[in-house]
Antibody, heavy 123, light 111 residues
Framework: QVQLQESGPGLVKPSQTLSLTCTVSGGSMSSGGNFWSWIRQHPGKGLEWIGYTYSSGNTYYTPSLKSRVSMSVDTSKNLFSLQLRSVTAADTAIYYC???????????????WGQGTLVTVSS | QSVLTQPPSVSGAPGQRVTISCSGSSSNIGEGYEVHWYQQVPGRAPKLLIYGSTNRPSGVPDRFSGSKSGTSASLVLTGLQADDEADYYCQSFDSSLTAYVFGSGTKVTVL
């Protein structure tokens, strides 16, 4: 079955760029119509969707982060990436990657998820 | 704050039934977007429990069931077990925010 694994630095300095990669195994990102998402969880808090990319490279970001976020995909390596610019302490969170699935445009969910990676923003 | 409101906590004795509500609005659940539920055990990633408001992925026990009506949805856990202790989140899409949204989360405690 499809599995996802996040990787990247666990510590980022304020004002710098957070960069994470999600490697997909057990299936090709290019097969099916799935989309590939990043979701974060501030310590002890709820879940916040960041955005998604399709294997075609089409992306969509949540409006509240749109000015600082970019995502990319490398289908040859079966991975997708997140970049979050100008980070502050408020960006300290566990970052999850997840596959987006759907039955129609009214029903989109996330499954499976990666194990998550904690990114701390601190000098 | 979340646009999908859940009770912070619910509890029940082993074997009992608990219900978790997810209250939305006309720009998300009320507009017709389906609701999905996730279980998050402390220290672990969320796991899909219910999709499309009422459907269980393979491997999820039928003790878990979901429903949707109007601007709200519910997750019901019957025959409560110790390993049901976790945080539960609902998720949908909001057309005003143009973003996928999650509920505030509900902690289930087995007494």
């Amino acid at each position: 079955q499809v599995q996802l694994q996040e990787s990247g630095p666990g510590l980022v300095k304020p004002s710098q760029t957070l960069s994470l990669t999600c490697t997909v195994s057990g299936g090709s990102m290019s097969s099916g119509g799935n989309f590939w998402s990043w979701i974060r969880q501030h310590p002890g808090k709820g879940l916040e969707w960041i955005g998604y990319t399709y294997s075609s490279g089409n992306t969509y970001y949540t409006p509240s982060l749109k000015s600082r976020v970019s995502m990319s995909v490398d289908t040859s390596k079966n991975l997708f990436s997140l970049q979050l610019r100008s980070v502050t302490a408020a960006d300290t969170a566990i970052y999850y990657c997840a596959r987006g699935d759907y039955t129609n445009s009214w029903s989109n969910w996330f499954d499976p998820w990666g194990q998550g990676t904690l990114v701390t923003v601190s000098s | 704050q979340s646009v999908l409101t859940q009770p912070p906590s619910v509890s029940g004795a082993p074997g009992q039934r608990v219900t978790i509500s997810c209250s939305g609005s006309s720009s998300n659940i009320g507009e017709g977007y389906e609701v999905h539920w996730y279980q998050q055990v402390p220290g672990r990633a969320p796991k899909l429990l219910i999709y499309g408001s009422t459907n269980r992925p393979s491997g999820v026990p039928d003790r878990f069931s979901g429903s949707k009506s109007g601007t709200s949805a519910s997750l019901v856990l019957t025959g409560l077990q110790a390993d049901d202790e976790a945080d539960y989140y609902c998720q949908s899409f909001d057309s005003s925010l143009t973003a996928y949204v999650f509920g505030s989360g509900t902690k289930v405690t087995v007494l």
